[in-house]
């Protein structure tokens, strides 16, 4: 309405709608009334929908008057069962996101059918086993997840299955586009694991941050060296080469449940979950490099000076290579661009996958892994300063559903190649005091330099807690190492191999659902929230 040709003053202003597109800009104002974009979980979407006490009903839609109140007693009975049957169902928002996703593979399977021909035909095909792999692998981790148990655990076990019934074997052709698929996972999952970092909380601790990023794993891998060369026999080089595996935090495990955590407030004001989430992308980055450094020397026919300088030069290579990586992203693309999103998400993925593969092809094996998180954290810094807040960075959601259809490949090719009627009782038991014994020591280390710190006492107990998962990096370097003496017809070489995947396979299948389970119940009651939407900030 129009006053003498000018806009009444008095008209109320409208609230104001935040969209990162301008795609977005006509469907907020509709919906920002019933859904809160910002939700990015299922259950806090569908509880957005439901209309409370006194506001209006959704459009289109009836206000449903099922229930217990007012009903007889058979109503009463199905309802309770309903409600019970319910929380085992997906949710409308997960069944069309799965079906989706399962659209989406089968006509990437029909793609791949047409080109390539028989080898992704079934039944036998190698490329059709590995998409048969990866869809029962991606079964068992929902149904592992409807156990209130983490995913990658039903994704390692459902391998196992296939593998136990021959359904699945992992040799052939095809085992150079694996190694490719794990190195790409672990782009994936470092990338989503930097751009959640917090740049102000990063500032505030840094020193702690140093610290932390390398003493427990130093300690733990150094425990772990020692246990495995006196228990299996293990010469010193494959001790040290599975310690530096075995101490990595993994960021499967660790970057869901925290950002989970930081999404109710929990430790946003001490900064804990940017503490963990710091840390647990130095030290894969570090046992990466040192997993690079010592096979090089064992493996290696070129020169022994060039092998011990690959350490130093991998950390300037790899910071060097992801500061100019992030430094650029702030410019490419425009922040107004209306395409900015998918035109920065190829960029890093792209770019991530260039410096991994490209130092791998260097010997410079670390440096990748290190560049792509140096990355990730100069690039969710622009972001931030560019008005995207950690915890809305759309890119880093993105690289979060890209990990859903690669975490299932990963895990479930672990899982294949354990032989679990090969698995002798007693290397197993070796294994696992191999992996909760260095764990204890680790913990105690961790809460001895945590001392000086401004975290309180339950803040320190849970950051111990949190490093003690196990998965990703042991499930890239487990087999990595397997492939390394495949073609070997040195026993000693093979079975120091063998050993080294059993230790990672253990690790995971007993510290991925411990880990996962304990950040989950001690989080909330160990972190202080945070009270109001300034100190989530």
């Known amino acids: 309405m129009t006053v003498g040709g000018e806009q009444s003053e008095n008209r109320p202003s409208l609230p104001r709608v935040v969209s990162f597109t301008k795609m977005e800009n006509d469907l907020q104002n ?22 409370t006490a006194g506001s209006p009903a959704l459009p289109n839609e009836s206000v449903p008057t099922f229930g217990p109140s007012g009903s007889s007693s058979c109503s009463i009975c199905c309802y309770k ?24 593979g089968f006509a990437s399977w029909g793609t791949v059918l047409l080109l390539v021909g028989e080898d992704a035909a079934p039944p036998n095909g190698k490329l059709w086993l590995l998409i048969l792999l990866s869809v029962v692998a991606k079964a068992g981790g929902w149904l592992a997840i409807q156990c209130r148990l983490p995913g990658l655990l039903g994704m390692l076990l459902a391998g ?35 751009l959640d970092l917090d740049p102000n909380s990063v500032r505030k601790l840094k020193f702690t941050i140093l610290r932390l990023g390398w003493m427990p794993w130093a300690i733990e891998m150094c425990c772990v060296a020692a246990m495995t060369k006196y ?30 955590l930081r999404e109710k407030g929990f430790g946003v004001v001490q900064g804990v979950p940017t503490l963990v989430l710091a840390v647990t992308g130095i030290e894969d980055a570090i046992s990466i490099a040192t997993y690079g450094v010592i096979s090089s020397i064992m493996f290696s026919t070129g020169s022994l000076v060039f092998s011990i300088l690959q350490g130093p030069l991998s950390v300037l290579a790899g910071i060097a290579t992801g500061v100019v990586i992030g430094y650029l992203s702030k410019f490419v693309p425009d922040k107004n661009d209306p395409y900015v999103i998918s035109i920065r998400v190829f960029l890093l993925l792209l770019g991530g996958l260039v410096a991994v593969l490209g130092f791998d ?33 759309q890119v880093a959601l993105t690289f979060g559903v890209l990990w859903q259809f690669f975490e299932p490949v990963v895990f479930g090719l672990v899982g294949a190649q354990i032989k679990v009627a090969e698995l002798p009782a007693n290397t197993v038991g070796l294994a696992t005091a191999c992996v909760f014994g260095p764990a204890l020591v680790r913990f105690i280390v961790t809460m001895v330099l945590l001392s000086g710190s401004s975290l309180n006492l339950k803040e320190k107990f849970f950051v111990s807690l949190a490093w003690m998962a196990k998965a990703t990096v042991q499930a890239v370097l487990g087999p990595a190492a397997l492939d390394l003496v495949r ?20 690790s995971i299948l007993l510290t991925a659902p411990i880990g996962a389970i304990l950040i989950a119940t001690t989080g909330p009651r160990l972190l202080r929230k945070a009270t109001n939407a300034a100190e989530r900030r």
Do not use: H
């Open 30 to 51: 509709f919906s920002n009334a019933y859904v809160n974009p910002a939700f990015t979980d299922d259950e806090k979407y569908e509880e957005a929908k439901v209309p």
């Open 231 to 260: 228990l299996f026999d293990l010469t010193w080089s494959w001790a040290f080469i599975l310690g530096a595996v075995e101490a990595a935090v993994s960021p499967a495990v660790v970057v869901p449940n925290l950002i989970l």
């Open 487 to 506: 073609n070997s017809e040195d026993k000693e070489l093979v079975e120091s191999a063998n050993i080294m995947f059993i230790v990672c396979v253990i």
């Open 81 to 104: 069962f309903w409600s019970k049957i319910k929380t085992f169902l997906p949710t409308r928002l997960r069944a069309t996101r799965l079906t989706a996703l399962w659209l989406l």
């Open 160 to 194: 196992m299955a296939l593998q136990s019934a021959g359904v699945v074997s992992i040799e052939g052709p095809y085992l150079g586009l694996i190694r490719v698929i794990r190195k790409a996972s672990l782009v994936i999952i470092m990338m989503r694991a930097g």
């Open 361 to 393: 092809r260097l010997s410079l094996s670390g440096a990748g892994p290190l560049a792509v998180i140096v990355a990730a954290f100069g690039a969710g810094t622009a972001f931030a300063n560019q008005g995207w807040p950690v915890g809305q960075n």
